[in-house]
């Protein structure tokens, strides 16, 4: 198994254009979620899925977009990029909710925008 | 509203040393209380717990949570330099499906 996969690792953009991230598990779990990382905030949960074809917000979804098309598949969309938005990004799936202790994070996608 | 916050931010201490790093809570439907180690890149699992009292161990590693106070340490025994990382906190509300991370302490651990 590749466990979760985040493309791409590093990404810079101007503000005002636009981009989606990449997320992928292949161990068929119904759990995805999109957080990111800043200094002195910690993890916050920006979008969730329970599984294909549901999705909710997080703690601070604005700005961002997602859905779920696949089990596999949980793409991040920035609609139009702001410098606020610079920070890294982790994607992380589990088997279901709840099954939190088997939570698996994504390597991270780290973006910059100017 | 600070709904989970760790302390202290940071820690520099000595191989052989014991730590005991703090996480406070408050939540209005606490499900879980979690503790990962992040080094260079995502964060790892370390514990999970529900009950309170019930200390979980894992080699020099242990944690411990208190429901009543809304607190949970976690105790790293005979430091070694392989333990600095940012130790994260994070809490499960609901039905499980949010969760809230602390800031992190910042653990260095010096020869």
């Known amino acids: 198994n590749a466990g979760v996969t985040q493309t791409p690792k590093f990404q810079v953009l101007k503000t005002g254009q636009s981009m989606t991230l990449q997320c992928a598990q292949d161990?068929?779990?119904?759990?995805m979620s999109w957080y990111r990382q800043d200094p002195g905030m910690g993890l916050r949960l920006i979008h969730y899925?329970?599984?294909?074809?549901?999705?909710d917000q997080g703690e601070v979804p604005n700005g961002y977009n997602v859905s779920r098309s696949t089990t596999e598949d949980f793409p991040l969309r920035l609609l139009s990029a702001a410098p606020s938005q610079t920070s890294v990004y982790f994607c992380?799936?589990?088997?279901?909710?709840?099954?939190?202790?088997?939570?698996?994070f994504g390597p991270g996608t780290r973006l910059t925008v100017l | 509203e600070d709904k989970v916050v760790q302390s202290p931010l940071s820690l520099v201490v000595h191989e052989g040393d014991t730590v005991t790093l703090n996480c406070s809570y408050e939540?209005?439907?606490?499900?879980?209380l979690l503790w990962y180690k992040q080094e260079k890149k995502a964060p790892t699992f370390l514990f999970m717990l529900?009950?309170?009292?019930i200390e979980k161990k894992s080699g020099r590693l242990s944690s411990i949570l208190d429901k009543k106070e809304l607190f949970s340490i976690l105790n790293i025994t005979a430091t070694q330099t392989g333990d600095s990382a940012i130790y994260l906190c994070?809490?499960?509300?609901?039905?499980?499906?949010?969760?809230?991370f602390g800031t992190g302490t910042s653990l260095t651990v010096i020869p």
């Open positions: 992380a799936s589990s088997y279901e909710a709840g099954r939190i202790d088997t939570q698996y």
């Open positions: 161990m068929n779990h119904e759990y």
């Open positions: 899925s329970v599984g294909a074809g549901i999705t």
């Open positions: 939540v209005t439907n606490f499900r879980s």
């Open positions: 529900t009950s309170s009292g």
């Open positions: 994070a809490v499960e509300e609901g039905t499980g499906n949010q969760f809230y």
